[in-house]
């Protein structure tokens, strides 16, 4: 690990070097590449010279002790041993994750899918009250969202919705979103006040750019058809919105959220070369198996997830038994503690499965 660690602290001075030459400034696409390696760097640079600073601290006061007669001393110097021999474990533990091997999608903008499951009209419900939590979520991060696609059911549900959330790091702090959600609550048209049981699927996919996925037209199939719902005078009375079918895999997308035909086929590319990455990922992971069993759920559409108990005013994710009680200030995008615990979870999975394979 160390050998490897001096050779990325070479890499990152090396780098520090290039981006003071002017050549380097003037080549926009290779300083934007160097700036990008600085920046995965810098966190792991950072936490090794700090590692290194508390070594040389404890020798020094392991030295000093030997000499130090003065009591006094000689607990302020056990004192600061004890400190940095701690802060050594700790950094340790950390340059154990900064080196996990980093998922390349993780500084992609994501296609998030929200569809209603089992429950009806309530269902459709909680799908458009997951997608509003999700919009606070990501605005609380300065995220911008962008509606693709919305099926409603006419009383505030959304059958279907598809958005696109762009920013730094939405993938690697989303795509733990994947899977079933499920709500527990009495419904608004419940008279009896028994509790339902509905549930909703979110899939959360990474843009893929036109390097990333290849699509032939000629297997694409456009309709263009009249939009329905709210989307004002002009979107409703022009053949704007557009079905893309792609044949070799049935997939059929809807895009209907633009005034103009021609952004509207540009946003249903963009779904279906998600939809196609993911597939392809999907694949790649079935052919990892073992090595997706050692990590927390990313994916897999029919996995129950979470839970949102209304009655008793708590989220429970099941995949690594977190239970909140603050269902409230989840519902309004308050996310994080969720998030970062999955995320813990993922990386000590990880590190166990390493360990094991040494």
Same mark, same amino acid.
Request: aromatic share 6%.
């Given at each position: 690990?160390?050998?490897?660690?001096?050779?990325?602290?070479? *890499?990152? $001075?090396?780098?520090?070097?290039?981006?003071?030459?002017?050549? @380097?400034?003037?080549?926009?696409?290779?300083?934007?590449?160097?700036?990008?390696?600085?920046?995965? /760097?810098?966190?792991? #640079?950072?936490?090794?010279?700090?590692?290194?600073?508390?070594?040389?601290?404890?020798?020094?006061?392991? !030295?000093?002790?030997? $000499? $130090?007669?003065?009591?006094?001393? *000689?607990?302020?110097?056990?004192?600061?041993?004890?400190? !940095?021999?701690k802060r050594v474990e700790?950094?340790?533990?950390?340059?154990?994750?900064?080196? +996990?091997?980093?998922?390349?999608?993780?500084?992609?903008? #994501?296609?998030?899918?929200?569809?209603?499951?089992?429950?009806?009209?309530? !269902?459709?419900?909680? !799908?458009?009250?997951?997608?509003?939590?999700?919009?606070? &979520?990501?605005?609380?991060? *300065?995220?911008?969202?962008?509606?693709?696609?919305?099926?409603?059911?006419?009383?505030?549900?959304?059958?279907? #919705?598809?958005?696109?959330?762009?920013?730094?790091?939405?993938?690697?702090?989303?795509?733990?979103?994947?899977?079933?959600h499920r709500v527990q609550? @009495?419904?608004?048209?419940?008279?009896?006040?028994?509790?339902?049981?509905?549930?909703?699927?979110?899939?959360?996919?990474?843009?893929?750019?036109? #390097?990333?996925?290849?699509?032939?037209?000629?297997?694409?199939?456009?309709? @263009?058809?009249?939009?329905?719902?709210?989307?004002?005078?002009?979107?409703?009375?022009?053949?704007?919105?557009?079905?893309l079918t792609h044949i070799? =895999?049935?997939?059929?997308?809807?895009?209907?959220?633009?005034?103009?035909? /021609?952004?509207?086929?540009?946003?249903?590319?963009?779904?279906?070369?998600?939809?196609? &990455?993911?597939?392809?990922?999907?694949?790649?992971?079935?052919?990892?198996?073992?090595?997706? *069993?050692?990590?927390?759920?990313?994916?897999?559409?029919?996995?129950?997830?979470?839970? &949102?108990?209304?009655?008793?005013?708590? @989220? =429970?994710?099941?995949?690594?038994?977190?239970?909140?009680?603050?269902?409230?200030?989840?519902?309004?995008?308050? /996310?994080?503690?969720?998030?970062?615990?999955?995320?813990?979870?993922?990386?000590?999975?990880? +590190?166990?499965?390493?360990?094991?394979?040494?």
């Open positions: 690990m160390f050998d490897k660690l001096e050779d990325l602290l070479i *890499r990152f $001075e090396e780098i520090m070097g290039e981006l003071q030459e002017p050549d @380097v400034v003037n080549d926009q696409s290779r300083f934007r590449r160097l700036m990008k390696e600085q920046n995965d /760097l810098a966190p792991i #640079v950072e936490a090794y010279k700090e590692y290194k600073k508390c070594n040389e601290t404890i020798e020094d006061s392991v !030295a000093m002790l030997e $000499e $130090e007669s003065d009591e006094e001393m *000689r607990e302020l110097l056990k004192e600061e041993l004890s400190d !940095a021999r700790e950094l340790e533990h950390e340059l154990k994750i900064l080196l +996990l091997p980093k998922d390349p999608n993780d500084d992609k903008n #994501v296609i998030v899918e929200i569809r209603a499951g089992a429950g009806g009209d309530e !269902a459709a419900l909680f !799908a458009a009250e997951i997608y509003r939590m999700y919009i606070h &979520y990501a605005e609380s991060r *300065r995220w911008k969202c962008e509606m693709i696609s919305l099926n409603e059911n006419g009383i505030g549900g959304f059958k279907e #919705v598809v958005f696109m959330i762009s920013g730094q790091g939405a993938y690697s702090r989303l795509k733990y979103e994947s899977g079933v609550r @009495v419904p608004e048209t419940e008279s009896g006040g028994r509790i339902h049981t509905s549930t909703i699927t979110v899939a959360i996919m990474p843009e893929a750019e036109e #390097v990333d996925v290849q699509i032939d037209m000629n297997d694409c199939k456009f309709d @263009v058809f009249r939009a329905s719902g709210n989307g004002g005078q002009c979107v409703n009375t022009t053949d704007s919105a557009v079905r070799p =895999t049935g997939i059929v997308i809807s895009c209907q959220d633009e005034k103009s035909q /021609l952004k509207n086929k540009d946003k249903a590319l963009k779904v279906l070369r998600a939809r196609l &990455y993911e597939l392809e990922q999907a694949k790649q992971h079935d052919a990892e198996a073992e090595a997706r *069993r050692s990590q927390v759920g990313t994916g897999d559409r029919s996995e129950k997830i979470r839970t &949102y108990n209304f009655p008793q005013g708590r @989220v =429970t994710d099941h995949r690594i038994k977190l239970t909140l009680h603050r269902l409230d200030s989840i519902m309004n995008g308050d /996310l994080d503690e969720i998030i970062d615990s999955l995320i813990a979870a993922d990386q000590a999975a990880k +590190l166990a499965n390493m360990q094991e394979n040494q």
